[in-house]
């Protein structure tokens, strides 16, 4: 019988200090998904500006492209089915969207030096007014806001999918050029891209102080994925603005 079953007055016999191996579980918190988002984009920006260093010396990075996608969606599905792996697989996921994001806007550079950076502070301001919107409840995540915007999303990468499979029977999607159909999706993808920074937030903000620390892990991935795919929209939309005006 464990000698904190006996019902005492006396402080020294009281679980607190004799149950000490149930010790509280630590939680998700603002600031652990915060830390781990910054260590994550940094890791992203390091990748990138190398691949933008092998493509000044004249290395070919389409690879670095292809084999960015293809190991980041293979590192996303794996993260969704072992969310416990998380810490592992969200810093390898890092690397992978860093290799696709170096060998992407690397080209973009050619033609429009300025650009990437551009697109990167357009997704910044894009990011503070979502979150602004959402903090003062002017934009509220209703289940029926957050159906529509998740279908929106899955019906935009289902679009993509279906053309980069296209692409290997050379068959070039209405998305990839310039016309004023491309240039619309684009846009369509961008907004659907920016309110899924909303169900970023309100993950967030369901399960702060109540989920488990790893569940971070799981948050940073969310803001990274959204964040990249807006960025991404983004200097799509303006290098087809650029070339066409």
């Excluded at 290997?168 to 491309?182: E, L, N, R, Y």
């Excluded at 619309?184 to 102080?209: C, G, M, Q």
């Amino acid at each position: 019988m464990k000698l904190s079953n006996f019902k005492t007055s006396n402080p020294a016999f009281t679980p607190y200090f004799w149950d000490d191996n149930k010790k509280p579980e630590a939680k998700m918190t603002v600031s652990g998904i915060f830390v781990k988002s910054m260590l994550s984009i940094l890791v992203i920006a390091a990748v990138t500006a190398g691949v933008w260093k092998l493509h000044e010396d004249g290395m070919d990075v389409s690879w670095f492209t292809l084999g960015g996608m293809i190991a980041s969606i293979i590192v996303s599905v794996m993260i969704s089915y072992k969310n416990n792996w998380a810490h592992i697989l969200v810093p390898i996921y890092s690397i992978t969207k860093g290799c696709f994001l170096g060998g992407f806007s690397a080209y973009v550079r050619v033609k429009f030096p300025e650009m990437p950076y551009q697109a990167i502070g357009v997704t910044i301001v894009t990011f503070f007014v979502m979150l602004i919107l959402y903090q003062t409840r002017i934009i509220v995540v209703t289940k029926q806001l957050r159906s529509v915007i998740i279908t929106a999303a899955a019906s935009i990468f289902l679009v993509y999918i279906i053309s980069f499979i296209l692409g290997f029977f050379g068959i070039k999607s209405f998305i990839w050029g310039t016309s004023w159909v491309a240039i619309i999706f684009n846009v369509v993808a961008a907004i659907v891209a920016s309110f899924s920074l909303l169900l970023d937030f309100d993950f967030i903000e369901r399960h702060k102080n109540k989920a488990p620390k790893y569940k971070e892990w799981l948050a940073t991935w969310g803001l990274l994925v959204t964040l990249i795919w807006l960025y991404v929209e983004i200097l799509r939309l303006m290098r087809k603005l650029a070339i066409r005006f």
